[in-house]
């Protein structure tokens, strides 16, 4: 007799403990449902952000804004230089040698 009640207690205390469980995992699965929707409409929302942004972005709509509100202009040819007339950096050496010779040194 007392056989038989001490294994209803241990199969009730089991079987609590089993639905408490199902409870705990069903909890889960509710919240990671929710979560991988979210994610979803985020993805979405992204989606529709980076249209915009390439719509928004275009050259020629740009070109044409800085035209009517910067009043920018294109550049011309004559605006361009050659490359001769971009200065050079002194070398190491020459630096040394204008040191050694009293010439005080400039950074660049």
């Not at 079987?15 to 979210?38: M, P």
């Not at 202009?73 to 200065?87: A, V, Y």
């Not at 070398?91 to 040191?99: F, K």
Request: aromatic share 8%; glycine share 4%; charged share 20%.
């Amino acid at each position: 007799m007392r056989f038989v009640l001490l294994s209803c207690l241990i199969v009730a205390v089991l079987g609590s403990g089993l639905y408490f469980a199902k409870l705990t995992v069903d909890e889960q699965y509710r919240t990671l449902k929710q979560i991988e929707l979210e994610i979803k409409s985020q993805t979405e929302h992204n989606y529709v952000l980076q249209a915009e942004w390439t719509f928004l972005t275009r050259p020629e709509r740009l070109l044409r804004l800085s035209h009517s509100l910067l009043g920018m202009n294109s550049i011309t040819p004559e605006r361009i230089l050659p490359i001769s007339s971009i200065p050079m950096r002194r070398s190491v050496t020459t630096s040394i040698l204008n040191a050694d010779a009293g010439v005080e040194n400039v950074a660049y």
